[in-house]
């Protein structure tokens, strides 16, 4: 785990400073590190990661991986406290730590374990390189959009280079590594725009899930009577094509202003005025017991259940056993990778 001397963390905004002196093309671990453990928080990092999942799953394939096992739908705050913990290890440490390389090895496993049940779902690079790439760029965008002018120059490098890095670590169906991960930041931004081109199947399914993870935010962070905000928050950051994609409501009028004006308060103070940590966030990270954790997501279980969300497993995404074989979903198509994603599909489709 990365740290500096107490010395250098007297002033209010001391990590801006440091990693400006760091090369981003070489310190790019140290950089990424010292961003999270002292300038991000549970909350911050729990809405960056939903978003970018949100954007992830367009393919309907990638949304009826999640909601398989049924966790995301019923379980989606215990879900996040989980995927947080993966995230904190890989930046704090460095792509390439024993402690991230073993905690990658152990998402490749959880991976592979619910492949077994959907073939073909985790078989695509694209699909893991959409992940990198929103990782990547979907902080960037959402300061752009708030007016606070994006992430620097050498911050954007750096998490190029170190998501490129990560990338090596991950495996899909078959054990084979991850093709075509873009290595520089606006090689990723030109990735997400592309993807969210592209005419992704849609599933009922991706509705339902949009809403439990606004849902499981929500309820994890704010009180019953500002629970809007949380949901808004998401669809906020959410683009316009994957809002129409989903089929959700867009933000509008006084709803849009409103969120608008308090995310940007909120992302203000916490970029350029909130005083970075002095002892790292993964330090003192708290995490929820099972009876908090069980309490939140009652809240998305009672959802689930008037949805008819008993359980998850083949017939959640519409699975056929034939004589002990499975046959494909019926709702999904999963085209072979091209030079950007569904790029095959689309060319057969033209």
Known sequence: ????????????????????????????????????????????LHFLITSLNMHVVMPAHGAEAQVFTNKAIRRPVKRMQDTLGFFWTWYCNGPDHPDTIASVRKLNDIHMGVAKGVPGHFAKSSDFVITFCMIAVGQHRLFTRLGLGGLPPHVQTAQAKFLHALSRHFRREGDLPIEGVPSTFDEMVAYA???????????????????SLMTGFATRWFPKPMRWFGRNMLRYALSD?????????PLKGIELFVTHWLMKVIFTYNVKYGPDAKISYMKQREMLDNDELSRRDAIAKALADRRGWAKGGKGSVGFRDRGGEVSMCPVVHIPADGPLPGDNHRIAAE
Do not use: C, N
Request: aromatic letters at 12%.
């Open 1 to 44: 785990m990365f740290d500096v001397d107490d010395a250098i963390k007297q002033k209010r905004r001391w990590v801006d400073d440091h990693i400006a002196g760091l090369d981003p093309e070489h310190d790019y671990a140290e950089i990424m590190s010292l961003v999270a453990q002292f300038q991000m928080d549970e909350f911050i």
């Open 193 to 211: 725009e592309a993807w969210e081109d592209w005419d992704h199947e849609y599933s009922p399914v991706q509705t339902d899930l949009m809403d």
């Open 241 to 249: 094509k994957a809002t129409r994609h989903y089929r959700l409501k």
